[in-house]
């Protein structure tokens, strides 16, 4: 009787699962190929809905080093130039000096033969003196006229020659105090800047063996590999960051107003200036220079990146509020904006007019960003609402929900999380939200960093992904690698984390921790590197290329102590 209710049970389960796999092929079937689905009331998830196919070989990463490869070189060969004018400022330096130590030294010497002068002149003109009275007492006695003395050097005009000599040293030592200071500052400055070309010599070998590398085999990224290849320093905290198109630049907006532009390799920074308050997001189009930042003061400005010291070629104002998202269109002819007013505006590039003002969303939008076909445009708001728009018609098209990254806490009566990080895969079949789900105390912010992954086509949600252990805190900012090899997000609270997921997988495959909480994160265009924006005023610049000898060598030498 037990193995006949197994059997028959085992019959009514398949019978179920074809009925149900039936009324989905007939579903599918029944729609039109040119409807675009509703999303589902009820989220529908798939474990691993997507082939791996492995990590993608990256040809171009050889290219990024090459240049980066030639910018050392050509930073060396500055340096050198800089080493050698400072090197030949102390000789000149040191030979004035030498010069008035030698002059000084001859004048005391005149000083004191003339002294010596003064005092046989003195004496000389005593005997002259005593003599001349003998000679007037022993003419008036005998009639004689004795030999008459010789002439000797003027007492006064050697007396006088030895105060001028006196003030004469003076004056030099004083003069050779200040040089010897200068020289003194010369010298650390020499010993800075030999420091410093000896920094960029490294850099230029070690940038060197990764061309070598790449030559040797096209490099893949393995975020097992992860580690810190430098840092950027700034005065207050950072929240959002970029890699630009050339590779040449990291970009940060900050408390405060400066932006940050650090060249990657040299570390050299140059703040813009143009904006009142913290420039929160910002984007670029492709390799070009250009680049336009939104800013909470409700500004958006326009840059010129390859400018020494840019300046705002537009600096406009764009909403009431804070400006919470931007992003240019794929073709750099528009870009969107969107804000606290709950509006998002479209602007053309090149004239920097408003073109169209969007209305729908009834929350604070957080974040904007272009499909890469250019002809949609995907906005998240506050309660994780998210609205495709046709930019064609700048109608609403489509819904998804997002809400599982949201939460009004009745408790302390406050809404907690919202689309804190939006991307769209390169190829368009994917994209990703990130912020906080499962709250459990919307006043200390504890919840747990969340990722949602959607298929663009259909809209469903493939994946809710969080983190393995129990880690608490915000997801800041998501990417997909531009190979859709993986997707990387970072976040935290009290710490900070860097997570990776294969693509539809609930769980990371791999995290990293942080020294401090990143709230934004960005890809290289190599697809090797990345960078983080970080609560303790650095910007960290990671790699997940194979390792270099230099590399191997240290962690060698590290094993062995």
């Known amino acids: 009787m037990s193995f006949l209710r197994s059997v028959i049970s085992m019959r009514v389960c ?46 171009a990463a050889l290219k990024f080093a090459q240049l980066d490869a030639e910018k050392a070189i050509k930073q060396s060969a500055a340096q050198f130039a800089v080493v050698k004018e400072v090197s030949q400022k102390f000789k000149v330096a040191n030979i004035e000096i030498e010069s008035d130590q030698k002059k000084i030294q001859e004048t005391k010497s005149k000083i004191k033969t003339d002294t010596g002068t003064l005092k046989k002149t003195q004496q000389a003109l005593k005997q002259l003196k005593a003599a001349k009275a003998k000679q007037k007492n022993l003419k008036v006695k005998s009639g004689i006229v004795l030999e008459a003395a010789r002439p000797q050097p003027d007492v006064d005009v050697l007396s006088q020659q030895i105060v001028k000599s006196e003030e004469l040293i003076k004056e030099i030592e004083q003069s050779l105090k200040a040089k010897r200071t200068q020289l003194e500052a010369i010298k650390k400055q020499v010993s800075s800047e030999k420091k410093q070309l000896g920094l960029f010599k490294t850099k230029e070998s070690q940038f060197t063996e990764f061309v070598n590398l790449y030559q040797e085999k096209p490099p893949v990224a393995d975020p097992k590999l992860l580690r810190e290849v430098a840092s950027y320093q700034h005065s207050r905290p950072l929240y959002s960051c970029k890699i630009d198109g050339s590779g040449n ?45 939104g800013a909470y003061e409700g500004k958006i400005a326009w840059w010129d990146l390859t400018s020494a010291q840019p300046k705002p070629k537009h600096l406009i104002a764009a909403h009431k509020g804070y400006v919470r998202g931007v992003s240019v269109s794929p073709d750099g002819k528009l870009v969107a904006t969107a804000g606290n007013d709950r509006l998002i505006k479209i ?7 408003l073109i169209q003002t969007l209305e729908g969303h ?18 998240g708001d506050l309660r994780g609402n998210l609205k495709q728009w046709d930019t064609k018609t700048w109608t609403a098209k489509r819904k998804f929900d997002g809400s599982a990254i949201y939460k009004y806490d009745p408790t302390f009566h406050g809404h907690i999380g919202g689309v804190r990080g939006m991307d769209i895969s390169r190829d368009g079949k994917y994209f990703a939200i990130s912020g906080i789900g499962q709250v459990s105390n919307a006043f200390a912010g ?11 086509e259909t809209g469903k949600q493939l994946a809710i992904m969080t983190p393995s252990d129990n880690f608490k805190g915000t997801c800041w900012g998501v990417r997909f690698h531009p190979e859709n090899d993986f997707i990387a997000a970072a976040g935290g609270n009290s710490s900070g984390m860097i997570w990776f997921w294969k693509l539809g997988e609930q769980k990371p495959y791999f995290s990293q921790k942080v020294k401090s909480v990143p709230y934004d994160l960005d890809f290289h265009p190599d697809g090797l590197r990345m960078c983080i924006a970080c609560y303790d005023k650095t910007a960290r610049l990671y790699s997940m290329a194979p390792k270099a000898p230099f590399e191997l ?9």
């Open 446 to 456: 504890i919840g747990v960093p969340t990722v949602i992954l959607f298929d663009w």
């Open 347 to 353: 602007w053309s590039v090149q004239t920097a007019k």
């Open 249 to 293: 630049y990291l970009l940060a907006g900050a408390q405060g107003s400066n932006f940050n532009r650090w060249d990657i390799v040299s570390a050299a920074n140059t703040q813009l200036a143009g904006h009142q308050s913290w420039v929160r997001r910002f984007d670029l189009h492709g390799s070009s220079s250009l680049m336009i930042t």
């Open 362 to 379: 009834e929350h604070q939008i957080y974040n904007v960003k272009f499909h890469p076909c250019g002809r949609y445009l995907l906005s």
């Open 553 to 561: 060598a240290k962690e060698k030498a590290k094993k062995k102590k």
């Open 14 to 59: 398949l019978l179920t699962g074809m009925l149900a796999l039936s009324a989905t092929l007939t579903g599918l079937l029944a729609e039109k190929p040119n409807d675009k689905p509703v999303t589902p009331e009820l989220p529908v998830l798939a474990v691993k809905p997507i082939l791996d196919h492995g990590p993608t070989p990256l040809p």
